[in-house]
């Protein structure tokens, strides 16, 4: 499947962006996750979502982030608020669980700025 990220931008510290994250095809029998990789270090997890819609969250970003989704639409959403400095990075949505073969696409930039 195909995932094509988009919604980041420049916003400034406290503020909030809504990301989106549409597939290819169907993403109904897929749970989803939200990656995301700051200037310099590695990528690290976000948030997730399954199937029947249950989520979890990295301890960094809970209670300020909400993932989501619309079947319907085959979009994933990751409501950002509150946003930190350290929130800056590139973000990144994906399939779960993670493969060798996982396709990670361009992702969408989001900078915080203070």
């Known amino acids: 499947v195909q995932l094509q990220a988009s919604g980041g931008g420049l916003v400034q510290a406290g503020g909030s962006l809504r990301l989106s994250c549409t597939a290819s095809r169907s993403i109904f029998s897929i749970n989803m996750g939200w990656y995301r990789q700051a200037p310099g270090k590695q990528r690290e997890w976000v948030a997730a979502?399954?199937?029947?819609?249950?989520?979890a969250y990295s301890g960094s970003v809970k209670g300020r982030f909400t993932i989501s989704r619309d079947n319907a639409k085959n979009t994933v959403y990751l409501e950002m608020n509150s946003l930190k400095l350290e929130d800056t990075g590139v973000y990144y949505c994906v399939v779960l669980p993670l493969t060798q073969r996982s396709s990670w696409g361009q992702g969408t930039q989001v900078t915080v700025s203070s």
């Open positions: 979502i399954t199937t029947g819609g249950d989520t």
